[in-house]
């Protein structure tokens, strides 16, 4: 496993200790995958290893101090090597131990963290439902406060390690009220409990992958969850879990490397031993660039992840948090390693095909990354959105001259003095969007582009820009509310002489 230098001595070791780790158990995980049951024999291992409390603070038996979420990272990566051990032990992490640890009150922290730092008790997350994947926001489970007790009515789905797990981290609408749900007020985040009337396993999944992996339905049914099992306040619940996402989406990439080495391990070791042609086909050149880019994509991988834990260990990525940062990791590792291990089988030929060798198993599960904790259309979105947003410094427009001389446009990134900036008259207008033309022939200016050049207001501007319109000198591009947006001159106002 690679180390980097910002690791502590604590994490450099435990790196070590989760290869061997990985080495000693792989038996008993296949042999679990092959009967499709939990890898209990694997995972009560790791429980006694304590690794199960990387995200807790010692006060509560668990090890955060010395590991925290880089420390959750390499252990995820080393036993993700295990079949589904990796997916429940991430599943947890992000499942409770994050919102507990971070929104839970001294006595929510005391009640749970202890049984989950030993792995006890393990975690779910609850989120998706019959009508809601992407759209988090429209969760329709419903929690009505009467009493002391809040009463749970609706469906969950797609909860992985359900009927293992003892405290499922939910989301249920609180308000119906439209303002709340405009402020994102409409939701409340609770701990549900295993074994709370009322709250069953409706149904189990068959997946695509996943072999052994326990994900389905959950059913609530008039389910009284105390208000002492609700984190934070009513209306909370957006906030939290969009703070896990980070968390959720870092650890969750983690996983994928060691799923990644996988593949790349067996495609190296059947290339070597497998003879085409009177040669072993890693002979072929085609197949040396397959592992090769395998390697590649899993080493940029493998570096984004860190990255991203190591923001998240240190309080950085401003305040939003590593957002960008996590969302690219999680949308990179997840992609990688649909195509590595798909590159893995093709190397492999119809050898990697059979379920005699576990590449065919790796490719199987890959799917599902592109599609849980936020698929890669969302991801896209997101560092496009906020990416640019966050970036605006580093992505400023430049200012484009012509050069007197030469006749090609220069690009500067000062501002332009007040002094020498013209007041906002049609004339003056005309002859900015006339001079954007020569350097920008095909673009159109937004109003932050004018009035780089122009002395006044938006307002005044706006009533000059509509004036030439009205004139047909200024052609405007508007949003759907009717604003103003973007400004070109016509074919028209390029001939009309200017100042």
């Not at 890898?39 to 090890?63: C, D, H, Q, S």
């Not at 002391?148 to 797990?165: P, S, V």
């Not at 939910?170 to 308000?175: D, E, F, I, N, V």
């Not at 000059?464 to 070109?488: C, F, N, P, T």
Request: aromatic residues 8%; glycine residues 10%.
């Amino acid at each position: 496993m690679d180390k980097f230098p910002w690791w502590n001595e604590t994490q450099k070791k435990l790196a070590d200790e989760v290869e061997a780790f990985a080495d000693q158990y792989y038996p008993d995980a296949e042999e679990a995958a092959w009967r499709k049951q939990t890898p209990w024999k694997v995972l009560n291992a790791v429980k006694e290893k304590g690794w199960f409390g990387a995200l807790i603070p010692k006060r509560y038996g668990g090890m955060r101090e010395e590991l925290a979420i880089t420390g959750a990272c390499i252990i995820n990566e080393g036993i993700s090597r295990l079949g589904v051990v990796g997916t429940i032990y991430g599943g947890s992490q992000f499942g409770g131990v994050h919102q507990i640890e971070t929104f839970g009150t001294d006595e929510q922290r005391e009640r749970w963290l202890p049984a989950m730092a030993t792995g006890e008790k393990i975690g779910a997350i609850c989120i998706t439902e019959p009508p809601v994947g992407s759209d988090a926001a429209a969760v329709a489970t419903e929690a009505k406060l009467e009493g002391d007790y809040y009463i749970i009515n609706g469906k969950k789905r797609f909860t992985t390690g359900l009927g293992i797990a003892d405290i499922y981290m939910l989301y249920a609408r609180t308000s119906q009220d439209p303002k709340d749900r405009a402020a994102n007020r409409h939701l409340t985040a609770f701990i549900v409990e295993k074994g709370m009337k009322g709250f069953t396993v409706e149904k189990i999944n068959e997946l695509c992958g996943g072999d052994g992996l326990l994900n389905g339905y959950l059913n609530l049914d008039e389910v009284k969850v105390p208000v002492g099992n609700r984190l934070a306040g009513e209306g909370d619940g957006w906030t939290i879990m969009m703070s896990g996402l980070n968390v959720e989406r870092t650890i969750a990439s983690s996983q994928l490397l060691g799923q990644m080495k996988e593949s790349i391990r067996f495609a190296h070791f059947h290339s070597q031993r497998r003879v085409q042609f009177d040669q072993p086909t890693m002979l072929a050149q085609t197949n040396q660039f397959k592992i090769a880019d395998m390697i590649m994509r899993l080493k940029t991988c493998t570096l984004l992840v860190y990255y991203a834990a190591h923001l998240l260990d240190i309080g950085g990525g401003g305040p939003y948090g590593p957002v960008i940062e996590a969302t690219a990791a999680k949308l990179m590792t997840s992609e990688s390693y649909v195509w590595t291990s798909a590159n893995a089988m093709q190397v492999m030929g119809g050898d990697g095909w059979t379920r005699f060798y576990p590449v065919e198993a790796a490719y199987r599960a890959s799917k599902v990354t592109e599609i849980a904790a936020g698929t890669s259309e969302v991801m896209r979105m997101i560092l496009y959105r906020l990416g640019t947003r966050l970036m605006e410094n580093e992505i400023k427009p430049p200012r484009r001259v012509i050069h007197p001389e030469l006749k090609v446009p220069l690009d500067y990134f000062d501002k332009v003095p007040d002094s020498e900036k013209m007041k906002i008259t049609e004339e003056s207008v005309l002859q900015v969007l006339a001079e954007n033309y020569r350097v920008n022939p095909g673009l159109y200016m937004s109003r932050e582009d004018l009035l780089m050049y122009l002395k006044g207001t938006e307002e005044e501007l706006d009533e000059v820009l509509m004036e030439l319109e009205e004139k047909k000198l200024a052609v405007l591009s508007r949003d759907r509310r009717g604003v103003i947006k973007l400004r070109m001159p016509p074919t028209p106002a390029l001939r009309k002489p200017t100042r």
